[in-house]
């Protein structure tokens, strides 16, 4: 059975950090690049940062671009989001995903993704 587990979400201060960790079991964890995604009350579910499976490619959203770090560590089957200078509109259910085994390429979108943590919420206040 596949389960991803989020941890490290809370409420913070504008201007503040979280780092929030994801253990995976149950898949083949370091074939496969993996992601993070947020979703706001009442908005759609969007892309925030994905780690390629060698762990040396990383993209980001545009609106955390340098605030936000991904990272892996495939001995320990886990994926990290640093999140420095968080701001209210960082807001959001925060979900880790797991895509395909052993494919290059940069996934932004969600249907890129097969696995699907079941979220911790970051709040952030002004």
């Known amino acids: 059975q596949v389960q991803l587990v989020e941890s490290g979400g809370g409420l913070v201060q504008s201007g503040g950090s979280l780092r929030l960790s994801c253990a995976a079991s149950?898949?083949?964890?370091?074939?496969?690049?993996m992601g993070w995604f947020r979703q706001a009350p009442g908005k759609e579910r969007h892309f925030v940062a994905t780690?390629?499976?060698?762990?040396?490619?990383?993209y980001y959203a545009d609106s955390v671009q340098g605030r936000f770090f991904i990272s892996r560590d495939n001995a320990k089957n886990t994926v990290s989001l640093q999140m420095f200078s968080l701001r209210p509109e960082d807001t959001a259910v925060y979900y880790c995903a797991a895509g395909r085994t052993e494919v290059s390429g940069v996934f932004f979108r969600s249907g890129d993704y097969d696995y699907w943590g079941q979220g911790t919420q970051v709040t952030v206040s002004s």
């Open positions: 780690v390629s499976w060698t762990g040396d490619r990383t």
């Open positions: 149950g898949l083949s964890f370091s074939g496969r690049y």
